[in-house]
């Protein structure tokens, strides 16, 4: 594994390649990840995209990237990636290209693709060893179509196709271990609110090769129910409290990057978001806190053990 | 014929090697699995300098296949039925990257109920998507069309990937002479494939495939998808004339058979029109003036072709192994809807459906049919659409029902 550079705010990049004016809600989150992303990334990668919130941002004739795009389907972008990666690799190993031309091959799916109908795709990807980076901004739940709940919803939570008064009714699927169980080069989890911990987690994918995910939790305003401008806020207490632990798997091993000191209550990130209204109006709900708040508490448990 | 012995699959296999393709994503299905098992055995050994990957689904298959074409190198795949309806999604999609390629479908009956055998739905279902469509009646077609395919989705007046169809068992398993043409040959009629201004690279990039908003953009494209494949059959006609030139065989976008002096003919697809020109040397020998028209082309639909086959003809059978489920045949329908409005059209245009789920269909059926068009031509009353299907196999069905009655009331 390489040594990064990115230690400080001041080691970020200065120069910033995502155009602005896209589609994207204000205080997107995931947006907001894809922009420090794709300063560490650079303008050589072919974004291959699934249908998604992401979708919007490549739009005839404008796109804000200054490197290419394809998009394919919700469920395969992972084999567009595969068919990109191929033929560059054929077109290198026959020296009909030079390899100034080559590109990274960039997944990039919202949750609704990564953690349930691409994710045949992405096993079948990762199982073939593919050399490609899946970024998947998670904002937990089918944003573009207006926030319907999603494998990657979490406990409780109010979405347009959970209206009862305890929510949705599943749990948060472990993406992060379906990807480590298929032992591949490098997963980590992400957030925007914490760019120097995102920055030098990119640096780290660039430098390996295989199969790579990064996770990226994507506070999203218009789905989650809170001002855009709180968007930094919500997302620096899904990491505070607990809620989004961030990690990387790397050699076998997973390792937490920041572990939160003294965790906050998931009160305090609950409490920002319209969509965990009902846990404390009309009257609170202490079970449901309790249970969410068990749920990290175990989780912190395990993870120092 | 000289040659060497090969199946269908075999055909196909052998005209990917001989198309010098760089890049194979795969996936196996019956009764397609020869070709990608052939391929894979010469990618192994190092007979075919191709990369081959399997994927997890046709659905992936097609997306690696149009996004490899979408970088800039030239990709063969296959697939059958339930694959290629389970791909439909990209099949669709990939016609608007406007990317070329060459898909061979082995066509097999789609579910429900579940078949291994023969018949042109699936390849129907593909239809509207914007591919190419080549039909093929023997293995050396097979070969040949795919050489063919490959001029043709690649030519700059139309970049639109291309379906190459045999019929499964029919042509897939079935081993016929085939002219093995060289290498040499093969590379002077297609060049090493130059992607042009297809290609992802880091000092040109583009955008593929993006979103657009509103139904004037969106049309924009659609329309030009279509006039491109409507430029294809033009191209077609040229590269098949330069094809017959290097290789002395004709593949004309319709293929004729005994028409020019006939009364009436049969209008068939693919490998059961084999079948049909032998019931019509029979026919002829019993004095009856019949011949074959068989499209080589599904699509562009080589309206011309057709019209000028069957014009001044009293009748046209069109037989129909595919049931659009309450209309009927569907190259029927779409062979009336060139022949509309033509001076000297034939009056009687019959439907017939048969060959489903790799049914025959016998001698005798195509003699009745020509009985039928004859009482039909001498009456001026055309019989509603018939699905071919005998009073024996009806017979067989009800005691197979009969059989498993009895069983079931034992088990009771």
Known sequence: MKETILKRMKDLPSVHLLGGGTAMCAGCGALGALHEIYDVLGEKTVFINAAGCMTLLANYPFTPFRGSWLYTAMASAPAGAQGVRDALDILLEQKRISSDENLEAVVLTGDGAAYGMGLSATSGAIERGLDFIYLCYDNEGYG???????????????????????GYSGYKKDLFAIWAAHRPAYVATVIGAEPVDLSRKIETARSLKGPRLILALAPCPTGWGYDPELSIDVGKLAVQTGIWPLKEYIDGQVQHTKVPKARRPVEDYLRLQGRFAHLF????????????????????????? | ???????????????????????????????????????????????????????????????????????????FTAT????????????????????????????????SPVTLESDHNDIMAARDSGFLQLHCSTCQEVLDSIL?????????????????????????????????????????????????????????????????????????????????????????????????????????????????DANIVFLMLGSFATKGKDAVDRLRDGGA????????????????????????????????????????????????????????????????????????????????????????????????????????????????????????????
């Open chain 2, 80 to 111: 059958s039925s339930q694959g290629l309806l389970y791909a439909m999604e990209m099949i669709y999609a990939v016609t608007g990257w406007r990317v070329p390629f060459v898909l061979v479908n082995v066509s097999r009956g789609i579910a």
């Open chain 2, 289 to 412: 003036n019949v011949g074959l028209v068989r499209p080589r082309l599904l699509r562009p639909f080589p309206e011309d072709e057709i019209r000028r086959a069957v014009t001044g003809k009293q009748a046209v059978i069109v037989i129909d192994q595919n049931l659009s489920m309450g209309k009927g045949g569907v190259v029927h329908a779409e062979t009336a809807s060139v022949l509309y409005g033509i001076p000297d059209a034939p009056r009687v245009l019959l439907s017939f459906i048969g060959g489903l789920g790799g049914r025959d269909i016998s001698a005798e059926e195509f003699y009745e049919m020509v009985a039928i068009a004859e009482q039909a031509i001498a009456s001026g009353d055309t019989p509603p659409p018939r699905l071919l299907f005998t009073e024996d196999e009806l017979r067989e069905i009800r005691k197979l029902q009969a059989v498993a009655q009895v069983e079931r009331e034992e088990l009771l």
């Open chain 1, 144 to 166: 573009n179509t207006g926030q319907q709940f999603s494998a990657a919803t979490p406990h409780a939570a109010r979405t347009s196709t959970s209206t009862g008064p305890a």
């Open chain 2, 148 to 260: 063919l395919a490959y001029r043709l989705a690649e030519h700059q007046r139309v970049r639109l990937p291309a379906i190459v169809n045999l019929d499964g068992f029919y042509l897939s398993f079935t081993r016929e002479a085939v002219d093995l043409p060289d290498a040499d040959t093969v590379r002077r009629f297609l060049k090493p494939y130059d992607p042009e201004n297809i290609k992802f690279r880091a000092s040109q990039p583009v955008s593929q495939a993006v979103a657009v908003l509103g139904g004037s953009q969106y049309s924009y494209f659609r329309y030009e998808i279509h006039l491109a494949a409507l430029n294809a059959i033009e191209v077609y006609r040229e590269i098949a004339a330069e094809f017959a030139d290097l290789f002395g065989r004709s593949y004309e976008a319709v293929e004729t058979y005994r028409t020019e």
């Open chain 2, 1 to 75: 014929m000289s040659g060497r012995l090969l199946t269908g699959n075999g055909a196909a296999a052998w005209a990917a090697r001989l198309a010098h393709v760089d890049y194979v994503p795969a996936f196996p299905i019956t009764p397609q699995t020869e070709i990608i098992e052939t391929i894979s055995r010469w990618t192994d050994s190092g007979e075919m300098p191709a990369r081959m990957v399997t994927l997890e689904s046709e659905h992936s298959m097609l997306t690696a296949a149009g996004a490899a074409a979408a970088t800039g190198v030239r990709v």
């Open chain 1, 281 to 305: 109006e009309p009257q609170r709900q202490d079970k449901l806190i309790d249970e969410i708040q068990g749920r990290v508490d175990a989780y912190w448990q395990n993870a120092a053990g």
